[in-house]
T-cell receptor, first 111, second 112 residues
Framework: RKEVEQDPGPFNVPEGATVAFNCTYS??????FFWYRQDCRKEPKLLMS???SGNEDGRFTAQLNRASQYISLLIRDSKLSDSATYLC????????????FGAGTRLAVHP | SQTIHQWPATLVQPVGSPLSLECTVE??????LYWYRQAAGRGLQLLFY??????ISSEVPQNLSASRPQDRQFILSSKKLLLSDSGFYLC???????????FGSGTRLTVV
């Protein structure tokens, strides 16, 4: 089983739509969680951290369910510029801050 | 502010040739440094990490090596490239446990 699993998509949605991505992780002792965004042929960039209480940043909402080992990202009012691959990231406990990346979910927002 | 520089942006190398990719970080001290590779259509694979000068840990056995000759310099090398070494190589740094990484702009390597 992969350490971090994501639906690869693609998710094709119209502008203004709400879209949700899910991610599951296998290591129950994982302690930190992030969502990254990667544009085509570019480096990944940190989108937001994911906290147990859930957190929101503008149109983006991240949720963590430790019991189910499940992370989600909700994007409201999708923009064309949201088109990208979204990477779910998990940090196992201990060690040297090793980030485990999911393979990513591709989002395509169309007019 | 902290910045990370990675070069070159694109590289085409023949099979069997050597490789040297360099990454430097500015504006911070004693960062954790990482080399990742992303094969076409695949996820990011951690290759090496370093928590200090001369301290290198390898995640995946392969014909690549890494060195950290200075606090903010991280180098990825190979003596003889294989076709399977093609990919997008990304250097990253982080401050400490629990924090996300900042990536460099990456090197797209094609071995022919």
């Amino acid at each position: 089983r992969k350490e971090v699993e994501q639906d690869p998509g693609p998710f094709n949605v119209p502008e203004g739509a709400t879209v949700a991505f899910n991610c599951t992780y296998s290591n129950s002792a994982s302690q930190s969680f992030f969502w990254y965004r990667q544009d085509c042929r570019k480096e990944p960039k940190l989108l937001m951290s994911v906290y147990s209480s859930g957190n929101e940043d503008g149109r983006f909402t991240a949720q963590l369910n430790r019991a189910s080992q499940y992370i989600s990202l909700l994007i409201r009012d999708s923009k064309l510029s949201d088109s990208a691959t979204y990477l779910c990231v998990v940090v196992p406990s201990g060690g040297y801050n090793k980030l485990i990346f999911g393979a990513g979910t591709r989002l395509a927002v169309h007019p | 502010s902290q910045t990370i520089h990675q070069w070159p942006a694109t590289l085409v190398q023949p099979v069997g040739s050597p490789l040297s990719l360099e990454c430097t970080v500015e504006g911070t001290s004693n960062p954790n440094l990482y080399w990742y590779r992303q094969a076409a259509g695949r996820g990011l694979q951690l290759l090496f990490y370093s928590v200090g000068i001369g301290q290198i840990s390898s995640e995946v056995p392969q014909n690549l090596s890494a060195s950290r000759p200075q606090d903010r310099q991280f180098i990825l090398s190979s003596k003889k490239l294989l076709l399977s070494d093609s990919g997008f190589y990304l250097c990253a740094w982080s401050v400490r446990q629990g924090y996300g990484y900042t990536f460099g702009s990456g090197t797209r390597l094609t071995v022919v």
